[in-house]
Structures are given as structure tokens and as C-alpha cells.
């Protein structure tokens, strides 16, 4: 109707900034609200202090980048942009070695498929800001987009980045076996960087989803199958030694053996320890969530490292990295961080260091795959997702700190944890977690065992769990 005005679309924060479809409140309008949240905040902590800006390969991220930009600099922020399209990583990694800088800003929704746009907010030192301050943000969002613009530079971001990353590999080695690598960065902002980068230390690349295609061919940028058949594909075609894959924004990798095998977590990132503290010389302690793989326990206990489980949630990983003695942090699905390099997540560390890997083993990649397990064992693990209405998913929030079930699938559980939902260990090394969604009205139920069998057997349990719950 004439003269009924639009009313403002609500901005919920996630546990790192916010993402919302294009078609939906993804508009240049709440793009400049969350902007100039963002700047009231950081403008008021620290008067003139640096921004960075980033931004990936979706729609138009390269104008919402440079829109944040001139909203952040009309608080009289220096704000620095990046001059294309860059990995998350880089400008994580930038902010962290400027004293000047008050936080950084990626225009990126990540993973996520071409209708997303995203604002990822990082702190000072490149790492996830706090809950606390997030709401403060979101509580400083106005119900009107401000008209204030400012003058920012736009600059290389990536240069510097790339120099310091080869310094964290044996170039010798890698030049000496000279590997076939196919790098897929899946259309996203790692494009052309890992591929050149790679080239320099003398592999031979075939880099696949390089054209400039926002709508990314319709597959998302997340580096799991079923999105990784093209790049286990073109290995094979192409011979390779192995394939590397990068999600949307590049804080996340995978690895395809020579056969065309996508690792997961559970192998690569046993593997990628092992040359931290074998090749590098690596000790201390590894941090890894609730439900991570079992195997990667038991890599750090026989490479004599100590290992801390947190709930859910990169910001639990960063909060322990934050201490000295912490060599790596991982999540379940393997994003990995470094944080002598930083205290995030980097995909083109990981991918450098398993080019590395094979260089250094004159094996192949499945032969030390197997090796590994030889040592290590194997587990099988997935994980279900249970869709519950608001109201149920509420009634099995209530009964779930009472569940302490005496035994599951007929086995007696050797530890019960209510720390992060309901997690049941048993003595073989198996598990099943059972976890409501923070943001969502779904359940998700995690396992791990020595079979398949056993691992679907505990999943299903574990589900008939829940539904008698709600």
C-alpha cells in the first residue's frame, strides 16, 4: 500500500558475525546498518585505530566491502580494503601484526552456497571476538541505514601473507619431489593464490573452478562430498599426487589422496600433527571439540602430546589458544589452527603443509594413509541431524541434563558428560554425543566406533533417545 513504510529487518548476530540470503535482508541497506554498528563499537574502544576489510568472490561482495569501508571511516576509523578478493586467513593474519588495528571485517558467508552474503568480525589479534561484544554490536544497530561516508585506502593484503606462509615449509623438499597437485578453491576467494603459490615451490598444478562465476557453478564452497567430486575427479584424470581443496573464504581444507579418496578429519589431521611436531618440532597441547575424532587423541598421546576437549565452537579452541602451550586446534569437520602462525583457522597452512608432507615422505599420499592407521587404529563416525518443532526442541532442552543412561546398544559407558549436551563414552573408544542447536530447533547426534555397525547402532539409539525425550 501507498505510503506504508518498510519496516527494518531484525539482524541476528551468529557465533561470528551474520549471513543472510541476497533475496531475503542481505541488502546494501543492512549492510551499511551492521557497518556502522560495527564502527560505533571499535570507533568508541579505540579512537583512530585500523580496520581491515576483506571480502570472497560472492555477488557484489567487492561494492559491500568498500561500502563497510566508508561507513567505518566516517567514525574516523583508518581503514585499509583489500585490493581483490582475499582468504579470510589473510586478513586475519594482517590485522593480528598491526598494533594500530582495532579488528577486521570479511565480506564472506564462507561454506555457504551463492545466495548468502555474510559479515565475518574478527578482533584484534585475527582471532573470533567475544560473545559479549558481538551483542554489543548488535545491540548498536540502528533501525536507519546511515548516508556517512569516509576515505579508505585499498591496499595488497596478500603479499606479505603468502611470503611468511612458505617460510613454515621445507621449500628444498617440495622442489625436490615437485608433486602434480590439483587445487580447487571451489570459486572462492583462495582462487588463484594457493595454485601460484604452489607453482613458485615447483609443483605442477592443475587448478580446476578458476573462472570469476559468482553463482559458483551451483555447488556450495565446502570442501566435503558430495562438492569435492570434481576435484577427487580431476586427480584421477590428470594422474596427480594429490588434490587440495579450500572452502569459500579459505579458513578450511581437505585433502584427496592419489586414488581420487577424499582424508577425513579423523586422518589428515593426525597427519598434519605429526609433521608439526616430528618435522617442525612442535610440543605442547592440542585443543579439539567434543566431537572430533577419536584418532586424533590418539596421534597427540603417542607423539607425547597433551590434548584438551572443548564444547562446540571455534571461540572454546581460540579461548584455550590464548595459552602458549597450545600447538593446534581443531574442529570435527577439520578446520585446523596453527597458532604460532595464527589464532584462527588457516586452509592454505594446512594445504601447504600436507604438499609438504608427501614431499618429505617420497611415499604416497594413501600409503601414508595407511601407515598412520596401522598405528592409530581406524573409527567410523557420522553424525544425524534430528528436526524437531520450536516447542519439542524446547521440552528436550529441559529433560537432557537428567539423561544418564546405564548403558547404550548393551555396552556400559565408561564416562557421562553433561558439558556440552549429553556425551557417552565407552571403553573402546567409541561415543555418541547428543547436542541441541544453539540457533536452530534440531537436535544433532554425533558417533564414533571401530565399525560402521557399531557407530550406526549407537546413532540410532542415541536418536530413539531423543524422540522419547521430547
Known amino acids: 500500500m501507498a505510503g506504508v513504510e518498510k519496516r527494518a529487518d531484525i539482524i541476528r548476530f551468529g557465533v561470528d558475525g551474520w549471513q543472510a540470503r541476497f533475496d531475503d535482508s542481505f541488502t546494501e541497506e543492512n549492510v551499511a546498518r551492521v557497518a556502522d554498528a560495527l ?25 559491500h566491502a568498500r561500502l563497510v569501508a566508508g561507513v567505518l571511516a566516517s567514525y574516523g576509523l583508518v581503514v585499509k580494503v583489500s585490493e581483490g578478493p582475499c582468504p579470510t586467513p589473510v586478513v586475519a593474519w594482517t590485522c593480528a601484526r598491526d598494533e594500530s588495528a582495532v579488528g577486521c571485517v570479511v565480506l564472506t558467508a564462507s561454506e555457504r552456497s551463492c545466495e548468502y552474503g555474510g559479515i565475518i568480525v574478527r578482533g584484534e589479534d585475527g582471532g573470533p571476538v567475544s560473545h559479549e561484544t558481538l551483542e554489543k554490536i548488535e545491540q548498536a544497530i540502528s533501525l536507519v541505514p546511515t548516508t556517512a561516508r569516509g576515505a579508505f585506502e585499498e591496499t595488497d593484503l596478500v603479499s606479505a601473507y603468502m611470503s611468511d606462509l612458505v617460510t613454515w615449509v621445507d621449500r628444498d623438499a617440495i622442489r625436490s619431489r615437485a608433486p602434480r597437485v590439483v587445487v580447487d578453491a571451489m570459486y572462492g576467494a583462495g582462487t588463484g593464490l594457493l595454485a601460484d603459490l604452489l607453482r613458485s615451490l615447483g609443483c605442477d598444478v592443475v587448478e580446476i573452478h578458476v573462472e570469476n562465476r559468482d553463482d559458483f557453478d551451483g555447488i556450495h564452497p565446502d570442501p566435503r562430498d558430495p562438492w569435492a567430486d570434481s576435484c577427487e575427479q580431476a586427480v584421477i584424470a590428470h594422474n596427480a599426487d594429490m588434490g587440495l581443496l579450500l572452502d569459500g573464504d579459505g579458513d578450511r581444507a581437505s585433502v584427496v589422496d592419489e586414488k581420487g579418496g577424499l582424508l577425513p578429519a579423523r586422518v589428515l589431521v593426525p597427519m598434519l600433527l605429526g609433521d608439526l611436531v616430528m618435522a617442525h618440532g612442535a610440543h605442547g597441547r592440542v585443543v579439539t571439540t567434543l566431537t572430533c575424532s577419536a584418532c586424533i587423541e590418539r596421534e597427540a598421546n603417542r607423539l607425547g602430546c597433551d590434548t584438551t576437549s572443548v564444547p562446540v565452537g571455534f571461540a572454546r579452541i581460540y579461548r584455550e589458544a590464548l595459552e602458549p602451550d597450545v600447538i593446534m586446534g581443531v574442529e570435527e569437520y577439520g578446520g585446523v589452527c596453527v597458532p604460532a602462525h595464527l589464532r584462527e583457522r588457516d586452509g592454505l597452512l594446512v594445504c601447504l603443509l ?9 611415499k604416497t599420499v594413501s600409503t601414508m594413509t595407511g601407515e598412520l592407521e596401522a598405528v592409530i587404529g581406524t573409527m567410523c563416525y557420522a553424525r544425524r541431524d534430528i528436526r524437531l518443532e520450536a516447542a519439542e526442541s524446547q521440552a528436550f532442552r529441559n529433560v537432557l541434563p537428567g539423561l544418564n543412561p546405564g548403558d547404550l546398544v548393551g555396552h556400559e559407558p565408561v564416562e557421562i558428560s553433561h558439558a556440552d549436551g549429553l556425551r557417552v563414552q565407552f571403553e573402546d573408544d567409541s561415543w555418541v ?9 534440531f537436535v544433532r547426534v554425533y558417533a564414533e566406533a571401530p565399525t ?18 521430547i
Not at 42 to 61: K, S
Not at 354 to 362: I, K, T
Not at 433 to 441: A, N
Not at 457 to 464: H, M, S, Y
Open 39 to 63: 564502527a560505533l563499537v571499535w570507533a568508541d574502544a579505540r579512537p583512530g585505530a585500523t580496520v581491515y576489510v576483506g571480502y570472497d568472490t560472492r555477488h557484489d561482495a567487492a561494492d
Open 433 to 441: 554425543l547428543i547436542r541441541p542447536s544453539r540457533t536452530s530447533s
Open 354 to 362: 600436507a604438499v609438504e608432507m608427501l614431499a618429505r615422505s617420497g
Open 452 to 469: 560402521a555397525a557399531q557407530r550406526d547402532a549407537l546413532l540410532t539409539e542415541a536418536c530413539e533417545l531423543v524422540r522419547r525425550g
